[in-house]
């Protein structure tokens, strides 16, 4: 299976904050990779698409790159609401992986 | 609006068997791949299953396979996961998820708990 590693594991950042987190792929996965936002209790939630694209309803503060094996999360202008845990995932291939979450904090 | 309740979970011995069901509404249910994810208390994701519009394809990640099957009746709009010979280490809260490439709707969760 392909493996997922996410960096940092966790952050603490100030509102207004630019803030990214990485994505690495153990096998080039093209453009098959998603990102969520999980808050603590939720279900998560879709933010990016195939590597760049922002689901609907999304904030544009949001936004995705790379291709490959290396991936970035941005947000651009962090906001009080943006604190949960982040997780990359692959659909590459047929068993779907996920890293393993960056926790971001609001200072 | 799309929404996605799951049901079925409950504790159960190490070697039981419980189904779990995703009640899909708002949505061509037939026309969608589906997806089961699960979370361990206080762990990250994990992608355990999946299962193509028709139902005649499905997936497993290697951990489940041999006990977990996954079904769908497209008249009903349900996706199902049975999970047999359950252990300790599926204890985990498992959310259906529309989609496979990406998971745009996902259900509340249910929490499975495997304990003697």
């Known amino acids: 299976d392909i493996q997922m590693t996410q960096s940092p594991s966790s952050l603490s950042a100030s509102v207004g904050d630019r803030v990214t987190i990485t994505c690495r792929a153990s096998?080039?996965?093209?453009?098959?990779l998603n990102w969520y936002q999980q808050k603590p209790g939720k279900a998560p939630k879709l933010l990016i698409y195939?590597?760049?694209t922002l689901q609907s309803g999304v904030p544009s503060r949001f936004s995705g790159s790379g291709s490959g094996t290396d991936f970035t999360l941005t947000i651009s202008s962090l906001q009080p609401e943006d604190f949960g845990t982040y997780y990359c995932q692959q659909s590459f291939t047929t068993v779907r992986t996920f890293g393993q979450g960056t926790k971001v904090e609001i200072k | 609006e799309v929404q996605l309740l799951e049901s079925g979970g409950g504790l159960v011995q190490p070697g039981g068997s419980l189904r779990l069901s995703c009640a899909a509404s708002?949505?061509?249910?037939?026309?969608?791949?589906m997806s089961w994810v699960r979370q361990a208390p206080g762990k990250g994701l994990e992608w355990v299953s999946a299962i193509s519009g028709s139902g005649l394809n499905t997936y497993f990640v290697d951990s489940v396979k041999g006990r977990f099957t996954v079904s769908r009746d497209n008249s009903k709009n349900t996706l199902y996961l049975q999970m047999n010979s359950l252990r300790v280490e599926d204890t985990a809260v498992y959310y259906c998820?529309?989609?496979?490439?990406?998971?745009?709707?996902w259900g509340q969760g249910t929490l499975v708990t495997v304990s003697s």
């Open positions: 096998l080039t996965i093209a453009h098959y």
């Open positions: 195939t590597a760049s």
């Open positions: 998820a529309k989609g496979v490439i990406s998971h745009d709707f």
């Open positions: 708002g949505f061509n249910f037939d026309t969608y791949a």
